[in-house]
């Protein structure tokens, strides 16, 4: 009896092992929903926690099954009393999509990378067979010429910036000719773009404004600044055509990016030196534009845009002014003044917050021997990119 009693008892427990070893097999090979090792998103963001956050960002949105065309909704241009020219509604024509919470860059240490989330775009002015200013003026092969120059500085200010946690663009990295409509349509195709792919996170889709992209893969492909080739698309002549005016509508939206046209002067002059820098209101642009066409019926050209950020360009250039005479007090234009509207093209084809800074005059010597330094650029440099992070984290 005491035998067969062992007897059974053994047997139960080799069942029980048996029983023990299939299930944490099971559990191994077969994980419960409890126990499941697939990546949950918790999971693929811990690799980022320290990471920053972009400020310009909320949750990843999801799309909606049913998207409608973008709504577009031009406005009607209005007549002033005496002008020639119309102007546009300040309205947007399209729904605003994009509103970036800057106030969450101010504050922010330079150890902090602070301006990740922003964006740079720089325009090294001329470059390959247009050499720009020149010293000598008037001769073939100058000394020293302005692509060069703006081309090296250019670089400077982008490694300042991306140490401050910026992306940069550069519309040209090495000595390569782009005409200033190639140079307008790389930056209004960007932008495109940019805001196409944030479509279907907002319930729309393109299929509205898709013949806005065409003729801005024409400009590009024709390279060139003159109006009888077409190398200017919808931007040739007086005012701003209503396609025109969408897309200025879509970079009115991106105040987390900032386009910096960079130069040089020359006169025959060389007495005159100094820095001066360049920004576009929207008055100066109606009033200047309204004078080429004096006299002419209203209906001719186009309104004038009206959405151009006037106050926030002026307050970039400033601070660009301020932190470069800063460090180069030599450079302190000695005119009446060194901040200066200018309706030049690629201030008034592209509505980001910009400037075209005239860094000096190289056909004055003491301007020559800071713009042809190390020192002198790399100077220029800090200063232009300390005005970019006064920008967004010194309000």
């Known amino acids: 009896m005491h035998y067969r009693t062992l007897k059974i008892l053994t047997s139960l427990f080799m069942a029980i092992v048996i029983v023990v070893v299939l299930v944490a097999a099971r559990s191994t090979l ?27 960002e909320s949750a990843a949105p999801t799309t909606v099954a049913d998207p409608v065309p973008l709504p577009v909704a031009i406005g009607q241009a209005t007549t002033e009393p005496g002008q020639s020219l119309r102007r546009w509604p300040e309205d947007l024509s399209i729904p605003l999509l994009r509103e970036p919470d800057l106030s969450l860059y101010a504050g922010r240490k330079k150890t902090e990378k602070p301006l990740e989330g922003i964006t740079v775009i720089l325009d090294p002015g001329h470059g ?27 670089l400077k200010v982008r490694d300042q910036l991306e140490q401050l946690g910026a992306d940069v663009v550069m519309l040209r990295e090495t000595d390569v000719w782009q005409s200033v409509y190639y140079r307008i349509a790389l930056v209004n195709r960007w932008i495109y773009q940019d805001f196409m792919e944030q479509l279907p996170y907002h ?18 492909e024709i390279n060139s600044d003159y109006a009888s080739s077409g190398g200017r698309g919808p931007m040739n002549g007086v005012g701003t055509h209503e396609d025109v005016k969408v ?3 879509m970079q009115a939206q991106y105040t987390d990016v900032l386009f910096l046209s960079i130069h040089c002067n020359a006169l025959d002059d060389d007495r005159v030196g100094g820095l001066q ?28 845009y009206t959405r151009y950020d006037d106050e926030a360009r002026l307050r970039l250039a400033e601070l660009v002014r301020d932190q470069i005479i800063d460090r180069l007090p030599e450079l302190k234009f000695p005119g009446e003044n060194d901040l200066l509207p200018g309706n030049y093209v690629v201030l008034r084809e592209i509505a980001l917050t910009g400037l075209l800074i005239e860094t000096g005059f190289i056909t004055n010597e003491q301007d020559r021997a800071i713009l042809t330094s190390v ?16 920008y967004y984290c010194r309000p």
């Open 277 to 304: 820098v360049y920004y576009l209101t929207n008055d100066h642009v109606h009033q200047t534009e309204n004078n080429w066409v004096s006299g002419a019926d209203p209906m001719a050209n186009p309104p004038s």
């Open 128 to 154: 390959g067979q247009d050499g720009g200013a020149q010293y000598p003026v008037k001769v073939l092969y100058p000394d020293v010429a302005e692509k060069d120059i703006v081309l090296s500085l250019s």
């Open 203 to 220: 319930g729309y889709e393109s299929s509205s404004v898709d013949h806005l992209l065409p003729p801005l893969e024409t400009m590009l």
């Open 375 to 390: 020192d002198g650029q790399t100077k220029i440099s800090e200063g232009i990119a300390e005005a970019v992070f006064a």
């Open 247 to 249: 897309l200025l509508d």
């Open 30 to 56: 077969w994980p419960s929903e409890e126990t499941d090792v697939t990546t949950t998103p918790e999971q693929t963001t811990q690799g980022l926690a320290t990471e920053p956050p972009d400020p310009t």
